[in-house]
């Protein structure tokens, strides 16, 4: 079963505002990671944080991590128009495999 | 450094019909994944191998689905017969041990219609 859950499923908003993307998940991860994908297009890694983490930030990007509310969330700032995508949380069990456990996504639209 | 190579970019069979996905991954990641996304959804774990073997396998429909990864490089994802519900983008991926497995990378995808 999928993981994480993202919250909104989608979010329109303009040019220069920021985004928000909530992901929660219901057991003990190693890490969690965010990934965006154009439409018809493969996963593209944009971020990750680990379970000691609390935040981190690279370029417009700034992710949260809340463990003990087994939360996190993504921040956009001064979104464009090329931000027009959809972000996936993705986690990363503890004692796993490694592989990546998808949420359905938030589909984001940025107009000009 | 290449990046994950997928084939055929898009693939459209009928039901009952079988076929077959190929990829390979950046050099030296011995850790490889695929994963099917249904339209609307995120992707969901296949099958995972580390080298030539199989690490998890628990949500690949194996009376149907089959993979292999022979040499602990490429690998082929085969579907046989193909249902209406396989319609999907069959994404591929590696990582790599030696880097904790962190910042995987993903192919383009394979888009399957099944009519």
């Known amino acids: 079963s999928q993981q994480g859950e993202e919250d909104p499923q989608a979010l329109s908003i303009q040019e220069g505002e920021n985004a928000t993307m909530n992901c929660s998940y219901k057991?003990?991860?190693?890490?969690l990671q965010w990934y965006r994908q154009n439409s018809g297009r493969g996963l593209v890694h944009l971020i990750l944080?680990?379970?000691?983490?609390r935040e981190k930030h690279s370029g417009r990007l700034r992710v949260t991590l809340d463990t003990s509310k087994k939360s996190s969330s993504l921040l956009i700032t001064a979104s464009r128009a090329a931000d027009t995508a959809s972000y996936f949380c993705a986690t990363v069990f503890s004692n796993s495999g490694y592989a990546l456990n998808f949420g359905k996504g938030t589909s984001l639209l940025v107009t000009p | 450094e290449a990046g994950v190579a997928q084939s055929p970019r898009y693939k459209i069979i009928e039901k009952r019909q079988s076929v077959a996905f190929w990829c390979n991954p950046i050099s030296g990641h011995a850790t490889l994944y695929w994963y099917q996304q249904i339209l609307g959804q995120g992707p969901k774990l296949l099958i995972q191998?580390?080298?030539?073997?199989?690490?998890?396998d628990s949500q690949l429909p194996k009376d149907r689905f089959s993979a292999e990864r022979l040499k602990g490089v490429d690998s082929t994802l085969k579907i046989q017969p193909a249902k209406l519900e396989d319609s999907a983008v069959y994404l591929c991926a590696s990582s790599s041990p030696r880097t904790g497995h962190y910042g995987y990378t993903f192919g383009s995808g394979t888009r399957l219609t099944v009519v």
């Open positions: 944080i680990r379970s000691n983490e």
């Open positions: 057991t003990s991860i190693n890490n």
């Open positions: 191998f580390q080298n030539n073997g199989v690490v998890d």
